[in-house]
């Protein structure tokens, strides 16, 4: 598996954009939405913050400088220690770009909402294999919108998991465009809990914020 991620990241230089066609059922799908925990629809744009479904293993996501030490802007993604944090909330953009439903199955850029120099540094994407660890990690650094072979990266997915959510790299922007699918779980390294790929998905819920 870890090999077929490689290829299909290495692949993303080398592909021809031609070979990248947008495919508008991607957009106008009719799968269900996604509720958030009062069982409004999630909408791209307001702010919602992410929470884990099971107690005592943590709270919300937010980026920091863990593993990467070399940039100025937060690439790490990672959960908090303690349950009672929320975490920073995070903001969905659909695959038009346009307001409204964001539902299952469905590609989204995920971008955390922070007032900074860094606010437009915030978008989730794939981050590089880690040798070391033998891992892939959802960093930020990403680019929104823009679906291309470039940025097949940046773009995840909502899927129901039980009566939750968990999210899924296994972007389909793209027609006739390969790539691998696989959850998106936490890595625990040194106490800490990065966002990763994961054959343990992360259940999650989403709570807006106003």
């Known amino acids: 598996m870890n090999t077929l991620l490689l290829l299909f990241s290495l692949s993303l230089s080398i592909i021809p954009f031609t070979l990248c066609v947008p495919n508008p059922s991607r957009i106008l799908s009719s799968s269900s939405p996604v509720l958030d925990i009062n069982g409004d629809k999630v909408q791209a744009g307001p702010n919602y913050f992410i929470l ?41 953009t659909r695959l038009d770009a346009k307001k409204g439903v964001v539902r299952v199955s469905t590609d989204v850029n995920v971008r955390f909402y922070t007032p900074t120099i860094c606010a437009r540094e915030t978008i989730w994407k794939l981050g590089a294999y880690d040798d070391k660890l033998k891992q892939y990690f959802v960093v930020t650094g990403g680019v929104e919108g823009n679906p291309g072979p470039q940025t097949v990266g940046n773009w995840f997915k909502i899927e129901k998991f039980g009566s939750d959510y968990k999210f899924v790299f296994c972007p389909s922007v793209c027609e006739f465009y390969k790539v691998i699918c696989k959850d998106v779980g936490v890595f625990m390294k040194d106490g800490v809990r990065f966002l990763a790929l994961s054959d343990t998905p992360f259940k999650v819920m989403f709570k807006k914020t106003f």
Do not use: A, M
């Open 52 to 92: 884990p479904v099971i107690r005592g293993k943590g709270g919300g996501l937010y980026p920091s400088n863990v593993k990467q030490h070399n940039s100025t802007c937060p690439r790490d993604i990672v959960q908090e220690t303690d349950e009672v944090q929320q975490g920073l909330p995070v903001v969905f």
